[in-house]
């Protein structure tokens, strides 16, 4: 079965949308287009119209600015001379338009023809010539003529004023002159080559001058020596076996000739030799017998003298080692003679008692004993009898007394010299006082003090043994200087050795 719908009323016309803006105008003046579109939104079966649309704009005239020709060539000059003008235009190629630019004068006059009329130059006739600049090889004259009327405008100008001409051109005599020889390399360095040399003409030779030389080039013999030819040899060959198994040996090698010399130093040598060591070989040291025995340090009170020997062949290979090398012993142990060293008196007691007469004392130090035959000590104490009041009556006066020199002191080695001093007693109940310019004490040379050899300390130990370096070792003393002329035997404060180790 069938049923009827309703969709409405049919379309009668394609359905579009509005129109858009319009776009921008192509052209800012003198009129331009523009355009503006619309789309489809159902075209219900029906053509549709056009979907673009154009109009025009900006229809007002563009400023245009007057643009003209290039100026034509001028045209004639009005006069031929003494100042005229002449005349040249342009024309206009575009038109002024609107707000343009108007045009510029289309023609313009200028001066022409300014030059004064002409006038023509008007010479005198020339003057005699000059004298010939040379006597020979061609000099020169001149002769010169004076302008009457200077030319004006185009006028026909002055003709040359001064004119030259040869004169005596006799040739002059010029004696030929050449240049010193220029040698070339030899053309061989030995069997004999050759050098040229030549020279060539500075000055060539004129009229009845002197000739040029002969010859201009010349060849020489050079580098007559034979020609050398080294020797040559081949690579050294490897190094042979050592020619011990132990100890020093030797190793050699050897090359060839492959190219005598001639006239050439001598081959080198074809045969090379080195020491070569494969360890050491057992040995046993060796030494010299002992030297005599040194002077003794000490002329009296114990001094030492010494012996050495020396290596002659060292341990190795562990060998027997190396016996002491150095003996010392004791020697001149007598007492040395010294005499006794005695101080300076000292000053005199007070004097002891009541009346008539007393005792004073004084005394002085023992500093060192004599030994051996040295001089004995003098006493160590001195005594004097001094005067006091008489007993039971008035004292008498008692002057001053000087009383007697002491001792001679201990002699100073230093300044050869030895003192002694006195006392005085002082004057008493009005006796006459003591001189304050009385010496008290004086001193004179004494005998030159006895020698004192130096004396030198016990030795150190020996300083350790390296087996890696086998560095000497060494040990060390110290050394008490001689004095007033004693000897030192042995002043050597340090000693070294051989490594005495069986490493």
Same mark, same amino acid.
């Given at each position: 079965?069938?049923?009827?719908? *309703? ?30 579109? !619309? ?89 005699? &010539? ?68 030549? !020279? ?14 002969? /010859? ?31 100890? *020093? ?18 081959? /080198? ?12 070989? $057992? ?49 001149? *142990? ?6 006794? *060293? ?113 004396? $030198? ?23 008490? /200087?001689?004095? &007033? ?19």
């Amino acid at each position: 079965e069938t049923a009827s719908c *309703d969709l409405g009323p049919c379309a009668t016309e394609c359905e579009m949308s509005a129109w858009g803006d319009w776009g921008s105008c192509d052209a800012s003046c003198g009129g331009g287009s523009q355009s503006r579109t !619309r789309t489809v939104i159902d075209s219900h079966g029906f053509t549709c119209p056009s979907l673009t649309e154009s109009g025009s704009c900006n229809n007002q005239l563009c400023d245009i600015d007057c643009q003209v020709s290039t100026w034509s060539a001028y045209g004639g000059c009005s006069v031929s001379c003494g100042g005229g003008t002449q005349t040249r235009t342009r024309t206009v190629t575009t038109a002024q338009q609107a707000n343009g630019a108007a045009c510029p004068t289309l023609s313009e006059s200028s001066d022409c023809n300014t030059q004064v009329c002409d006038v023509d130059c008007v010479v005198d006739s020339w003057d005699a &010539y000059s004298e010939c600049t040379l006597e020979c090889g061609g000099g020169v004259q001149t002769r010169t003529r004076d302008v009457i009327t200077q030319p004006v405008g185009n006028g026909a100008a002055c003709p040359v004023l001064s004119e030259t001409d040869t004169c005596n051109t006799h040739v002059c005599p010029v004696d030929c002159e050449v240049s010193e020889w220029t040698e070339t390399e030899c053309t061989e360095s030995c069997g004999s080559g050759t050098i040229t040399r030549t !020279r060539y003409v500075e000055v060539a030779q004129a009229g009845t001058g002197e000739a040029c030389p002969s /010859p201009l080039s010349e060849t020489i013999d050079c580098n007559t020596q034979p020609c050398v030819t080294s020797c040559e040899v081949t690579e050294w060959s490897e190094w042979s076996e050592c020619s011990t198994s132990c100890g *020093d040996g030797t190793s050699g090698r050897f090359r060839e000739v492959t190219q005598e010399p001639e006239n050439a130093d001598p081959c /080198p040598p074809l045969t090379s030799v080195v020491s070569c060591n494969l360890g050491v070989c $057992p040995a046993d040291c060796e030494v010299s017998e002992w030297t005599e025995w040194t002077d003794c340090s000490h002329s009296c009170g114990g001094g030492s003298r010494n012996r050495e020997r020396s290596v002659l062949v060292p341990a190795a290979g562990g060998g027997a080692s190396c016996p002491l090398l150095e003996d010392s012993e004791t020697c001149n *142990d007598v007492v040395c003679d010294v005499d006794c *060293d005695q101080g300076v008196w000292s000053e005199w007691t007070s004097c002891s008692g009541s009346c008539d007469v007393g005792t004073q004392t004084r005394s002085r130090s023992t500093l060192s004993q004599a030994s051996g035959n040295g001089i004995a000590c003098g006493p160590s104490t001195d005594e004097q009898s001094c005067t006091l009041p008489a007993c039971g009556g008035e004292a008498e006066p008692q002057d001053c007394i000087v009383n007697d020199w002491g001792e001679w002191g201990h002699c100073d080695c230093d300044t050869a010299s030895v003192e002694r001093s006195r006392t005085l007693t002082m004057a008493t109940n009005g006796g006459e006082p003591c001189d304050p310019s009385t010496p008290l004490s004086e001193s004179t040379n004494c005998p030159v003090c006895p020698p004192v050899d130096c004396v $030198p300390s016990e030795w150190s130990e020996w300083s350790s043994c390296d087996c890696l370096s086998f560095s000497p070792v060494s040990r060390t003393r110290t050394l008490t /200087p001689a004095m &007033y002329g004693g000897n030192c035997v042995d002043d050597s404060t340090s000693e070294t050795q051989e490594c005495q180790l069986n490493c």
